[in-house]
């Protein structure tokens, strides 16, 4: 069966390159194991979360994408660079919409 889209293309208008990460290597950076250049649905909005540790964290921006941006990874950690800015933006939570068969529909990242 057919799911219906619910980030379509069409509305996916700002380019993003985001770097995912996976542990740290030999000099202490970030590991860098997939690098995606794509358009997504950005939106800025803050709101503020409480952490497993009891912090509390400010998320700045949303990211929704069509479709599964990384099928092969678990966790989605990382950097963002929005729209050909100078500063990069770490994901803070990554979350993936499923479709009742378990497909991935959409895939959002929040960002600090």
Do not use: H
């Not at 619910?6 to 770097?19: F, G, N, S």
């Not at 194991?33 to 952490?51: A, F, L």
């Not at 929704?64 to 990874?73: E, K, R, T, V, Y």
């Amino acid at each position: 069966m057919k799911w219906p889209l619910l980030v379509p293309d069409r509305v996916c208008c700002t380019p993003v390159v985001v770097r995912l990460t996976n542990g740290i290597n030999e000099r202490g950076a970030p590991k860098v194991i997939k690098t995606i250049e794509r358009r997504c649905n950005y939106k800025e909005q803050s709101r503020q979360v409480v952490d497993a540790e009891r912090r509390i964290i400010l998320l700045t921006a949303c990211l929704l994408f069509n479709g599964d941006i990384a099928p092969g990874l678990d966790a989605l950690e990382g950097f963002v660079l929005v729209d050909g800015r100078t500063k990069e933006r770490m994901i803070a939570i990554s979350s993936r919409g499923r479709n009742p068969d378990g497909t991935v529909n959409f895939t959002k990242l929040e960002l600090k």
